[in-house]
């Protein structure tokens, strides 16, 4: 889809850290109205056969990933790139440029044909990978490292080594924090925590505002 959107959309990345309760306060925003981009689910599918990371993908990391189906068995490709900082940063470089092609052009179509004034680009990597510099705001989920790695210990088949190394293969919170427009705490209850993405939401409302004007209004 080419051409200006028919509305303006503020485009504010949800960010944080594994186990960090993330996709909990996503689904908050989406009750509340905002249009939510998976940009980890377009990740995975950017990886499936035919997908725009697929070839490129098998072809730096090896057919002994696939599957019987030709599909990447993402928990071996994992084992590879949470131990292995270069493999890491060799795979952000095949799948970002295509993830956040498939994100614009999701909030492109979503302006022309969607309600909300507020698009959710809903991702674990978006300081690594310097996207969040893209977008107009950055809210960063987060609570401490030992509750992070509680909620991943309770995962199945997740032993304490795969734990810390998760966790240890993102930025550190400090570097997020450090950019955020927004945070909010999920160490707390779970009302506590929907409270504050009220919270955010209303701000963020009132940044569209401040930067479009009145949701509907005409362009000045």
């Given amino acids: 889809m080419t051409g200006a959107p028919s509305r303006p959309v503020l485009r504010a990345g949800l960010t944080g850290g ?9 689904a908050f925003f989406e009750e509340l109205g905002a249009y939510r981009i998976d940009a980890d689910r377009i990740a995975h599918a950017v990886m499936e056969p035919g997908g725009a990371a697929y070839e490129a993908v098998v072809e730096r ?3 002994e990933l696939l599957d019987a189906s030709g599909r990447i068995r993402r928990s071996a490709l994992a084992g590879i790139v949470f131990g292995d900082p270069v493999a890491r940063e060799a795979l ?49 989920v987060r609570c401490s490292r030992e509750a992070q790695l509680q909620r991943l ?57 401040r930067t479009f004007g009145a949701p509907g209004a005409p362009p000045s």
Avoid: C, W
Wanted: no cysteine; net charge negative.
């Fill in 18 to 26: 594994i186990a960090s309760g993330k996709t909990t306060v996503a």
């Fill in 61 to 63: 990391f090896g057919r």
């Fill in 92 to 140: 952000n470089a095949l799948t970002h440029p295509r993830v956040a092609e498939e994100i614009e052009r999701r909030v492109l179509l979503y302006a022309a044909v969607g309600h909300s004034s507020i698009a959710i680009v809903d991702a674990a990597l978006l300081v690594e990978s310097g996207f969040y510099r893209s977008l107009d705001k950055l809210i960063v």
């Fill in 153 to 209: 210990l309770a995962r199945e088949g997740m032993g304490p080594e795969e734990a810390l190394a998760r966790i240890e293969s993102q930025a550190p919170l400090k570097a997020k924090l450090a950019v955020a427009d927004y945070v909010i705490d999920t160490e707390t209850t779970l009302r506590e925590t929907r409270r504050q993405a009220e919270r955010v939401h209303a701000s963020l409302l009132q940044d569209f505002e």
